[in-house]
């Protein structure tokens, strides 16, 4: 089964941050740049796992996403 570029980005990144085992928020940046996926299609995909409940999300310098 082949799943598309969004769903396969999506996942990856969701993975990295249940692996950091961190409390707060991650830049969507940081997970950029060590995942090499580009930033706004990256954004894009973190709005609507937000919106769907499995992020939660933080705006400003200090911001970034989390799993809910």
């Known amino acids: 089964m082949l799943l598309s570029n969004a769903c396969e980005y999506g996942l990856r990144a969701t993975l990295y941050l249940a692996s950091l085992n961190q409390e707060g928020y991650v830049s969507i940046r940081k997970i950029s740049d060590e995942l090499d996926i580009s930033f706004p ?3 894009k995909i973190f709005q609507m796992l937000t919106q769907a409940g499995l992020l939660t999300s933080y705006r400003g ?6 799993l809910a």
């Open 61 to 66: 310098p200090n911001g970034g996403v989390a």
């Open 41 to 43: 299609f990256l954004t």
